[in-house]
C-alpha cells in the first residue's frame, strides 16, 4: 500500500494505517507527521522523509525503515519491533523503550537510551553509527547501547554526562579511552573477546542494514561502561 502524505495532517495518516489490511505500507513525502506506528504490531512500514516526534512510541513488534531523519523522541516506550533510520534522529531516541531495536546510521541527539529498562526476556538495543549527544544512557535501567563512531577518531563519540544515574545495562563505545567526565556510578573496563561476541549479533544487524563489514567492526577496540555496584542510584530500584 502506497500513501502520500504530502497533503495529509498527522491525524489522517495515522487513521489511514491503523484501518488498513495491508501489512507492508509505503509512506511518500512525509513531512513531520507525529505519532506514525505508534502501538502498532504487525506492519512493515517504510518512510519516505521526516518524520515527526514520537515515531513508533509503544509499538509492539511492527518494523519501520525511515529513509531520511527521525525526529525526537523516537520509539517512546516501544515493546517490540525493529526501527531501521537511514539518517540522523533527535533528542532522546529510545526514551523508556523495554524491548525491540533501534538502528541510527548517523547520529542521535540529547538523552539517547534514556530510562532503557529489560521486560521480562526483552532486551532493548539501541544502536548509532556516529555519534550521541550528551547524555546518553541516562537512568539506563537495562538493555545495550552501542556507539560505533564510524566517522570518528579514537576519542569518545558521545557529549557530556554519559550514563549519569546508570543501574543497568551496558555502554559500548567504538574508542580507546573513556570519556573523561564519567559519574561515580559508571564503571569501564576495555572490552573484551566475550564483550564482544555477546553483541556480535546486533553488529551483524546493523552492518546488514547500512553495508558494513561486521568483522571490521568487531575488531576494532571498545570501551564497556556498566554500572557500579555501589552506587547510590541502584539502591532507589528493585530488582526481579
Known amino acids: 500500500m502506497m500513501i502520500n502524505a504530502k497533503e495529509l495532517e498527522y491525524q489522517q ?9 495491508e501489512q507492508n505500507i509505503v509512506i511518500e513525502n512525509c513531512m513531520g507527521q507525529r505519532y506514525i506506528g505508534a502501538g502498532l504490531s ?3 512500514i517504510t518512510i519516505h522523509g521526516t ?4 515515531l513508533a512510541a509503544y509499538m509492539n513488534g511492527s518494523t519501520i525503515c525511515v529513509f531520511g531523519n527521525a525526529q525526537d523522541a523516537t520509539a517512546d516506550t516501544m515493546n517490540d519491533g525493529v526501527i531501521c533510520i537511514h539518517g540522523s534522529a533527535g533528542d532522546a531516541t529510545g526514551y523508556a523503550m523495554r524491548g525491540g531495536h533501534i538502528l541510527v ?3 542521535t541527539g540529547y538523552r539517547a537510551g534514556i530510562h532503557m529498562k529489560e521486560y521480562q526476556d526483552k532486551i532493548p538495543v539501541l544502536m548509532i553509527g556516529r555519534k550521541a549527544g550528551s547524555f546518553l544512557g541516562e537512568y539506563q535501567a537495562g538493555g545495550i547501547i552501542i556507539v560505533f563512531n564510524l566517522d570518528g577518531n579514537d576519542q569518545p563519540p558521545v557529549g ?5 544515574g546508570m543501574h543497568g545495562g551496558k555502554i559500548f563505545l ?3 579511552v573513556p570519556p573523561a567526565d564519567l559519574p561515580a556510578q559508571v564503571c569501564w573496563h576495555h572490552a573484551t573477546t566475550e564483550d564482544l561476541e555477546s553483541v556480535r549479533e546486533y553488529v551483524q544487524e546493523f552492518a546488514d542494514a547500512f553495508g558494513y563489514d561486521v568483522q571490521q567492526l568487531l575488531t576494532q577496540h571498545y570501551i564497556v561502561l556498566t ?4 552506587n547510590p542510584y ?7
Open 51 to 54: 518524520p515527526g516526534n514520537a
Open 174 to 176: 567504538r574508542c580507546s
Open 160 to 164: 557530556y554526562f554519559c550514563g549519569t
Open 105 to 107: 546510521r548517523d547520529d
Open 227 to 230: 554500572p557500579n555496584s555501589a
Open 42 to 44: 504487525g506492519k512493515n
Open 13 to 21: 495518516l495515522n487513521e489511514i494505517i491503523r484501518q488498513s489490511s
Open 234 to 240: 541502584q539502591q532507589l530500584y528493585t530488582s526481579n
